[in-house]
């Protein structure tokens, strides 16, 4: 019960960040709130367990909850550097190895 309890403060806590700020990417060490931070990562990574068959403290009414806010379960710097390594295997395809320029 005390651990539901304090996912439930956690979950208001990110409910107000993101009317403040305008967002879910709260910095792991952030100095407002150092330990919304950390839950904020942790969410995403019992998540990704989850998506893995590992064992998670992520649940179905969690999920559900994070995503009636919006809640991004995957960064846009994660995003990102997928798209990049994709965009890096298709220029190895066509120039036959991944020395890129830094102008191209």
């Known amino acids: 019960l005390a651990s539901s309890l304090d ?3 956690r979950f208001n806590e990110l ?3 993101k009317a403040e700020f305008g967002g879910d990417s709260v910095p792991k060490e952030w100095n ?3 330990q919304l931070g950390r839950w904020v990562s942790k969410q995403r990574v019992q998540y ?3 998506q893995q068959g ?3 403290s992520m649940t179905e009414e969690r999920i559900a909850k994070l995503e009636s806010i919006g809640f991004e379960w995957a960064l846009a710097s994660s995003l990102d550097w997928g798209r ?3 965009e890096l295997k298709q220029y190895k395809a ?3 190895g991944c020395s890129v320029a830094k102008e191209w």
């Open 48 to 50: 990704r367990y989850l």
């Open 15 to 17: 409910k107000q960040y």
């Open 84 to 86: 990049r390594f994709n």
């Open 32 to 34: 407002g709130n150092k």
């Open 94 to 96: 066509d120039y036959g």
């Open 54 to 56: 590992k064992e998670s």
């Open 7 to 9: 996912w439930d403060r």
